[in-house]
């Protein structure tokens, strides 16, 4: 039997090795009342989460990645194979102290009201009363059911549970963040603050593994994925790895007129360059519900509902300055510093860079020229959970890639 | 700047204070009138003020709580205090238990809840477990039960009934009913959460947390185990007051009120220790025994060989001990009762119950007889020895003053049958008394409170033991089948004294003084030897009972520690016996049952399915 060590410190007790979760030659097989094998869930599966990481494990509905995600907390044991989770068995209980964990569907005690069940989730991890009610009115706050608070969670919507779902598994300021379809049942604002929240803790260090088939939800934020049906995983990489068209480069200008499209057009035809599509981008359908949705925001329309968000929960701490604080050896923080910084600021490329086109340059001086100072983005102002300005810049995915699975998974190939 | 709750509770004090002060200076200066109106105008404009305040502040948490409390006192005081006075005080009795017990429920609760404020796991989901019993309808159900039962048990009582009869109705349905009804809601509640927990996968959310699996099954069994006591405690103190208001009712027969006030004191709201009687010779039975196998056996050596078999010594111990229990025509018998030095100690008188029963009762139907007390004469009025005549096939009790226990704590009692004494006896007749109740004598150890507190807590134990039942039940069943399973162990706990009887006389073996060993070694050759002689429904008996003994020997002896009929008849429930209880229902089988809870629990694959 093993129990909870309340005397260790988080970080004494966190391995300091690259791979926060770490599962080789993992099987799961179900079995029937009679005990004869049915279903091969998860096969000879082997994974590699790193420190600092945002992983997404994609795959459809039955693909086994729930089945993976429950063999990593011990709800599940494997067939065969091996997990470890920042250095230790999923069985061991101290280990869950750095852990946060949201299921595919958030399975709340129906009679406790929100404050209650953060309250519960809070004791389950030894924290005393003062630092209970600190951190579930910061993490109300930042969830935005502050209003709703002493309502029971059975008279929620599926939104706000799931709202209250990514609140208790944050209770803990956790090392590792488990997120099984964390989007389900959320509208576009909660989607989009639960994206810029998991980036926001990326930020701050932690290491999420992000359980989704919601591809864009994935290709906004993860740094890796890994793409699993019939249990085994099918492709793994960085998402620009995954998703670059190398053949390919779009160049994105204000709108030109007829006569400057026909002399590029016959500068890249003269060229010899093969014009497959030339297009108006659209603005997404998420950026332009966002905007409706501020803008009734700041007119101070009233809902009953969830509100916005608010600011992150201060407790939940930077990995790298907790380290600081707490690790006894120097030694240990440059190594933990040399193995977290590079996973963090990996550099992106930009699209454009990618691929070099033999372009005269007098053509692109002159479009330059011919075209709006710049294309609005937007208001600019602060959103709750927005992605804080980086030097990186954010990855801006071309549509076009090796999409031969993500096809399958779309059942893009049937069309 | 002052809370809004500050100036609230200004107005109020100060409301008060003026109104009663000003109210009290007239009444000193003789002003009684207006006095009277400036009273009834304050406590008017206390109650408003209150219900005013209840009302801005019914957002704030637990004031809903505080303020249905303050409304329920208010209305019970207005409606109750009113009907005391009159032809419906029963009706007032019942309102004000009711409420009282409500109340107590209510601040007992809030003290729980306080108590499992702390922050670690098993305190978190034993609260949380509390405020499922209190918020999901299945364990609600059985708390108000608890709460109406015991006030409005009193008012179904037959008030022409004798007095100390009511008292001991009262308390043996109150008690037994608060015992089934928490027996009841304990097996549901903890079978009920365990397996919804699992069913709905509610229990992921909390074993991904550093929760290890004996914690989670603690917390359930604490969060009952604590629930049950508040809801003993509510139950004692409404069991306690009823019970004293009853004590003060009416007695039945008017004309004797003393014969029916001395038997409440000290027959119902008392706790006596017993003392059955003994031989003289403690050698008697023994050598009683022998004497009678000798001549069996030469009688009939074919059925009773050199060494009896269990079965035929316990007949034969039978019927020597109900022989010894009866008197004969003109037959005297002696009778020692021993261990008394705590009676003779607090210097208190000894109850000497009996209950004689003859077959041919006279006319009257009345027993005669003549008693002897450590040799003298007992009644002894003015030098003549009374003969003590008593109605045939009841109880009664005669009082023994202290002093006629010897220094050794003994009372040696002869009865002599002097039916035929009679000048027109036409029906010799032998008196006997059942053994175990129907000849002892008593004696009081304590009070009525203490040994009301005692069969509660014995109450609890047993409780706590059907909860880790219940705990175990749920980690490897669906509910309604660790619900039956339950049952059926705590039935069997119960029950546990008469089925090992009937199992012993269902397949007749003797396997007495044999270890496990040869215990099957016995079942064996029984088991062969019927097959042999195709007697197949023999050999199944056998297993059936084999079986059985081994289920009942794992389970406690419910009937053991039962204090209801204990406490009703006023009865001690002693600290031994508690500790007994404690120790081998709390401690030993309860133990064990966690330990097999846990066993099960920490392999189960909390997630699995099953394809």
Same mark, same amino acid.
């Given at each position: ?31 029937? @009342? ?20 945002? @992983? ?55 009679f ?40 029971p ?7 706000? $549970? ?83 068209? $190398? ?32 297009? $108006? ?103 709750? @959970? ?30 | ?5 500050? +100036? ?35 406590q008017t404009?206390s109650v408003l003020w209150l219900l005013w305040g209840f009302w801005?502040g019914r957002?704030v948490p637990g004031m809903k709580t505080v303020g249905a409390m303050v409304i329920s006192t208010l209305i019970v005081g207005a409606l109750a205090i009113p009907m005391l006075a009159t032809s419906k005080g029963g009706l007032a009795i019942v309102m004000i238990g009711m409420w009282a017990m409500a109340e107590l429920f209510v601040i007992g609760l809030w003290l729980i809840r306080l108590l499992l ?9 034993a609260r949380?477990l509390i405020d499922e019993a209190i918020r999901m309808k299945i364990a609600l159900i059985f708390i108000i039960g608890v709460v109406l039962l015991i006030p409005v048990l009193p008012i179904l009582i037959d008030a022409q009934e004798r007095l100390d009869y009511r008292i001991k109705f009262f308390l043996n349905w109150s008690l037994g009913g608060v015992s089934v009804l928490l027996s009841l809601m304990t097996v549901f509640l903890v079978?009920g959460s ?14 991904? %947390? ?9 917390? %359930?069994?604490?969060g009952v185990v604590l629930l049950n006591a508040l809801l003993l405690a509510v139950s004692g103190v409404g069991i306690y007051s009823l019970t004293k208001v009853l004590a003060q009712q009416q007695v039945s ?11 409440v004191?000290?027959?119902v709201l ?24 000798? %001549? ?58 009996? +209950?004689? %029963? ?78 175990? +109740? ?9 009070g009525f409170r203490w040994n009301l507190t005692r069969s509660l807590a014995m109450i609890w134990v047993r409780l706590g033991?059907l909860g ?64 042999? +002689? ?28 039962n204090p209801t009929p204990l406490v009703s008849d006023g009865?001690?429930v ?38």
């Amino acid at each position: 039997m093993t129990t909870a060590t309340s005397s260790m410190s988080p970080i004494q007790a966190v391995d300091t090795s690259q791979d926060v979760i770490r599962c080789v030659g993992l099987s799961k097989t179900f079995k029937d @009342f009679w005990l004869r094998n049915r279903v091969r869930a998860v096969d000879n599966l082997s994974l590699e989460v790193h420190r600092g990481e945002l @992983f997404g494990l994609l795959g459809p509905n039955g693909s086994g990645k729930s089945t993976t995600i429950k063999m990593m907390l011990g709800l599940l044991h494997p067939t065969a194979g091996r997990i470890s989770i920042l250095g230790k068995r999923p069985e061991d209980v101290a280990i869950k102290k750095m852990i946060g964990y949201l299921p595919e569907e958030s399975y709340l005690y129906r009679f406790l009201n929100a404050r209650e069940t953060l309250d519960y989730y809070a004791r389950l991890f030894f924290q005393n009363r003062l630092q209970r009610r600190r951190r579930v009115d910061m993490l109300l706050e930042m969830v935005g059911l502050e209003a709703v608070q002493r309502r029971p969670v059975g008279e929620y919507s599926k939104g706000m $549970q799931r709202r209250i779902g990514l609140a208790q598994a944050l209770i803990n300021d956790p090392h590792l963040l488990i997120l099984d379809e964390p989007t389900t049942g959320l509208d576009p604002i909660g989607t989009r603050q639960i994206k810029d929240l998991l980036l926001e803790l990326k930020s701050r260090g932690k290491t999420i593994l992000l359980c989704s088939h919601l591809l864009s939800d994935v290709e906004d934020v993860c740094d890796r994925v890994s793409i699993m049906y019939g249990g085994k995983v099918r492709q793994e990489g960085t998402v620009d790895q995954l998703l670059t068209k $190398q053949e390919s480069t779009t160049i994105e200008v204000a709108k030109l007129d007829d006569k400057t499209l026909k002399e590029v057009c016959d500068l890249l035809t003269s060229r010899g360059i093969d014009i497959t599509k030339v297009d $108006q981008p659209r603005m997404k359908l998420e950026a332009l519900f966002m905007d409706i949705v501020h803008q009734a925001q700041a007119e101070g329309v009233a809902t009953s509902g969830a509100s916005a968000g608010g600011r992150i929960a201060e407790f939940l701490s930077n990995e790298s300055s907790l380290a600081v604080t707490d690790s006894a050896s120097r030694g240990q923080i440059l190594d933990d510093l040399v193995k977290v910084l590079p996973v963090k600021q990996e550099p992106v490329k930009p699209k454009v860079a990618a691929v070099k086109p033999k372009v005269d340059n007098s053509v692109l001086s002159s479009l330059t020229e011919s075209s709006p100072a710049s294309r609005s983005t937007g208001d600019g102002a602060a959103k709750p @959970f927005e992605e804080p300005k980086s030097s990186t810049p954010a990855p801006k995915k071309p549509v076009a890639g090796n999409h031969s699975v993500l096809d399958d998974l779309l059942g893009g190939n049937d069309k | 700047m002052s809370k809004p709750w500050v +100036k609230w509770l200004i107005v109020f004090l100060g409301g008060l204070l003026l109104g009663g002060g000003a109210s009290t200076l007239l009444a000193f200066q003789g002003e009684v009138v207006p006095a009277r109106y400036l009273f009834w105008a304050t406590q008017t404009f206390s109650v408003l003020w209150l219900l005013w305040g209840f009302w801005k502040g019914r957002d704030v948490p637990g004031m809903k709580t505080v303020g249905a409390m303050v409304i329920s006192t208010l209305i019970v005081g207005a409606l109750a205090i009113p009907m005391l006075a009159t032809s419906k005080g029963g009706l007032a009795i019942v309102m004000i238990g009711m409420w009282a017990m409500a109340e107590l429920f209510v601040i007992g609760l809030w003290l729980i809840r306080l108590l499992l404020s702390g922050g670690h796991p098993v305190l978190g989901i034993a609260r949380t477990l509390i405020d499922e019993a209190i918020r999901m309808k299945i364990a609600l159900i059985f708390i108000i039960g608890v709460v109406l039962l015991i006030p409005v048990l009193p008012i179904l009582i037959d008030a022409q009934e004798r007095l100390d009869y009511r008292i001991k109705f009262f308390l043996n349905w109150s008690l037994g009913g608060v015992s089934v009804l928490l027996s009841l809601m304990t097996v549901f509640l903890v079978c009920g959460s365990i397996c919804t927990e699992i069913q709905r996968k509610h229990i992921l959310m909390t074993m991904v %947390k550093p929760v290890s699996r004996i914690q989670y099954l603690i917390g %359930k069994w604490l969060g009952v185990v604590l629930l049950n006591a508040l809801l003993l405690a509510v139950s004692g103190v409404g069991i306690y007051s009823l019970t004293k208001v009853l004590a003060q009712q009416q007695v039945s027969n008017v004309t004797t009120p003393m014969i029916e006030l001395a038997a409440v004191e000290f027959e119902v709201l008392t706790a006596r220790e017993s003392a059955g009687p003994t031989p003289a010779d403690e050698m008697d039975f023994s050598t009683e025994l022998r004497l009678r196998h000798e %001549k069996l056996h030469r009688e009939n050596p074919e059925e009773y060989g050199e060494k009896l078999e269990s079965k035929q010594v316990k007949a034969i111990q039978n019927r020597i001990v109900a022989q010894w229990h009866a008197v004969g025509p003109g037959d005297s018998q002696t009778y020692v009762f021993r261990n008394l030095q705590p009676a003779v100690e607090r210097n208190i008188p000894l109850q000497l119950r009996f +209950k004689p %029963k003859m077959s041919k009762a006279p006319d009257d139907d009345m027993v005669r007889m003549a008693l002897w007390i450590n040799d003298r004469p007992y009644p002894n009025y003015q030098g003549q020895h009374v003969p003590t005549i008593v109605a045939n096939d009841n109880f009664h009790v005669m009082t023994i003053a202290p002093t006629y226990v010897t220094a050794q704590g003994t009372l040696e009692l002869r009865i002599q049958n002097i039916n035929l004494m009679a000048p027109e006896a036409t029906y010799p007749a032998t008196i006997s008394f059942s053994p175990g +109740k129907g000849l002892e004598v008593l004696y009081s150890v304590g009070g009525f409170r203490w040994n009301l507190t005692r069969s509660l807590a014995m109450i609890w134990v047993r409780l706590g033991f059907l909860g880790i039942l219940g705990v175990m039940a749920g980690t490897f069943l669906g509910f309604p089948v660790a619900c039956l399973l339950s049952f059926m162990i705590y039935f069997a706990a119960i029950a546990s004294a008469y089925l090992k009887e009937s199992l012993r006389n269902y397949a007749g073996y003797s396997d007495m003084g044999m270890n496990l060993w040869q215990k099957i070694n016995v079942i064996g050759g029984g088991l062969v030897e019927n097959l042999a +002689k195709g007697e197949f429904w023999e050999s199944t008996k056998i297993i059936i009972r084999f079986v059985g003994e081994g289920f009942i020997s794992v389970i406690p002896e419910f009937s053991t520690y039962n204090p209801t009929p204990l406490v009703s008849d006023g009865r001690v429930v002693s600290m031994m016996m508690l500790g007994e209880a404690t120790l081998w229902v709390g401690f030993v089988s309860s133990g064990a049952c966690l330990l097999v809870a846990w066993w099960i629990f920490s392999r189960r694959e909390l997630a699995k399915v099953t394809v």
